[in-house]
């Protein structure tokens, strides 16, 4: 699904040149659901930005499903983005003024061909993360965790190859933040391929690898042989009044 390859990011200011990813190789195969972790600082923000087609590599070759997507024009990459990659955002960037259906059939207004179908995908996708009864509020009546599964339902809605989450868990309380980990736990059991980008060990071992980031290299890759169980979690959280309500 993804191999990188010798992948260099480097920043030049001046006299000053500053190497923010050093020698990053790995490879992903399809299916598998890894967290990316490190502190502020250790280069994980800028591999996601590689690894989401916003950015590229100073050297090295980044292998999307085969294609070298180094080489590709901003048009190429654009088109990634759109068909390939679903995108979770910590601050969520749904439009405030439109409902919940209208924010996850968004990726589809920006597609090749706008199906006819459109409001009925948006609707499984809602459904898909507990939204059923919510198409038609808007994001000032959503919860925070809410908002977040609206834009997960968002990401999928194009069917995506690979679904990428930044810090998908920063802006929640403890419970949504579970609620959500479990959400990406069943995707990943029905074979989606999951990136979390994050700096919390606990939001980390709910995958099934992690790879740690220290000083812009990778300090340890890893797989996970019992992976904390969001669902069990949950049972044992005391519910909130935000998802209570």
Known sequence: MIELEGIEKTYTQGEVVTRVLKDISFAIQPGQYVAIMGASGTGKSTLMNILGC????????????????VDLDDEGLSHVRNQKIGFVFQQFHLLQRTTALKNALLPLIYADHFPEEAEELAEQALTMVGLSDRIDYRPNQLSGGQQQRVAIARALINNPAILLADEPTGNLDSRSGVEVMAIFQRLH????TIITVTHDRQIAEHA?????L????????????QPRDAEAELVALVPTEENNG
């Open 54 to 69: 916003l950015d590229k590599p100073t050297a090295g070759h980044y292998r999307l499903e085969g294609t070298d997507v």
């Open 208 to 212: 099934q690898r992690v790879i740690v």
């Open 214 to 225: 220290a000083d812009g290299q990778i300090a340890e890759d890893r797989m996970i042989d």
């Open 189 to 192: 059991r029905e074979g989606r």
